[in-house]
């Protein structure tokens, strides 16, 4: 079955721009979490969602928004963009069992200059 | 605050052998950690889970251990190939009131050298 697919794999914006990146999780997950993940701080959660509600958010400034479809596909945006959100941003899906795990996508590197 | 701590140096290990990698937590006891295999430019790929109340887990040459006296989880992969070179991370869940989300170790690069 197809995986966790994220798009674009990688984006180069400048310093001030807004960003969309988009997840389309495995067929039947309901939920969908983003992770951002750089060398010095690894993988940071950003927010959750599940049936179009989002159930919980990181502790990130307010330009980090995201949404989810009825479709389950979801989708993030950084607005304002800095130097600091290089990085590489990860999406990933599960039925919310905790003994099947999170599958997550290749990611979506994101650098700003 | 929770924390996951995993070794940052990486581990270099003969291929055959075992290898040993190390998470420890903070705080209270989490329900349960994961662990995950990540190569480079790839997202996280889920390995094992084990619960609290499980003092090991195994799945074909790895093996998970839990021990919450020393706060630690084990994580063993053993008869060792150059395809298990990646690094491993390893999580718990969040916070009490927080849920729906992991909090990641640094993770752990292994190197298995033929």
């Known amino acids: 079955k197809a995986g966790v697919t994220q798009t674009p794999r990688y984006l180069i914006k400048t310093r001030g721009q807004q960003v969309t990146l988009s997840c389309s999780p495995i067929?039947?997950?309901?939920?969908v979490s983003w992770y951002q993940q750089t060398p010095g701080q690894g993988l940071q959660f950003l927010f959750e969602?599940?049936?179009?509600?989002?159930?919980n958010k990181g502790n990130f400034p307010g330009r980090f928004s995201g949404r989810q479809f009825s479709n389950s596909r979801s989708e993030m945006n950084v607005s304002t963009l800095e130097l600091g959100d290089s990085a590489l941003y990860l999406c990933a899906s599960s039925l919310g069992v905790a003994e099947d795990g999170y599958t997550f996508g290749s990611g979506t590197r994101l650098t700003v200059v | 605050s929770q924390k996951i701590e995993q070794n940052s140096e990486a581990l270099n290990i003969q291929e055959g052998k075992t290898a040993t990698l190390t998470c420890n937590y903070t705080n209270y006891s989490p329900a349960y950690l994961q662990w995950y295999r990540q190569d480079p430019g790839r997202g996280p790929v889920f390995l094992l889970l084990?619960?609290?109340n499980e003092k090991e887990k195994r799945k074909e040459r790895l093996k998970v251990t839990f021990d919450t006296t020393l706060k630690q989880s084990l994580f063993h992969i053993t008869a060792s190939q150059p395809a298990d070179s990646a690094t491993y991370l390893c999580a718990r869940e969040g916070p009490l009131g927080s849920n729906y989300q992991l909090i990641w170790g640094a993770g752990t690069k292994l190197i298995i050298k033929p």
């Open positions: 084990i619960r609290e």
């Open positions: 969602y599940f049936s179009e509600t989002q159930r």
């Open positions: 067929s039947g997950h309901r939920s």
